[in-house]
């Protein structure tokens, strides 16, 4: 089964940035089209962000213009770059394969990884 493994949260003020990185344990980034999600506690976990396998990105809109996805098929990792980061985008932030036109996760890969805190607060 192939785990996830997401890092480079933390605490950071209103207005700073921030990069994420989801490490995929298979070679699965050139067969799948991969999200950024992110979980605030009490609520849903929501799709923020999209990549297909060639590259087409998009993303929700209350990010739109300030995150930016990427990914490098060579090493297994989904990138997340954070701009202009708000109060209200502290979060658990999540990778996972994603069904592009239904933005939703594919139920077949099962489990999630643990997720990165991220705390946007002065």
């Known amino acids: 089964q192939v785990e996830f493994v997401e890092s480079g949260g933390g605490l950071v003020q209103p207005g700073g940035s921030l990069r994420l990185s989801c490490v995929a344990s298979?070679?699965?980034?050139?067969?799948?089209?991969m999200g950024w999600y992110r979980q605030i506690p009490g609520q849903e976990r929501e799709l923020i962000a999209q990549?297909?396998?060639?590259?087409?990105?998009r993303y929700a809109e209350d990010v739109k213009g300030r995150f930016i996805i990427s990914r490098d098929k060579s090493k297994n990792i989904v990138y997340l770059q954070m701009n202009s980061l708000q109060t209200e985008d502290t979060a658990v932030y999540y990778c996972?394969?994603?069904?592009?036109?239904?933005?939703?996760?594919?139920?077949?890969?099962?489990?999630w990884g643990r997720g990165t805190q991220v705390t946007v607060s002065s």
């Open positions: 298979e070679n699965i980034l050139g067969t799948y089209h």
């Open positions: 990549i297909t396998t060639f590259g087409l990105t």
């Open positions: 996972f394969p994603t069904d592009w036109n239904k933005g939703e996760p594919l139920p077949s890969f099962g489990t």
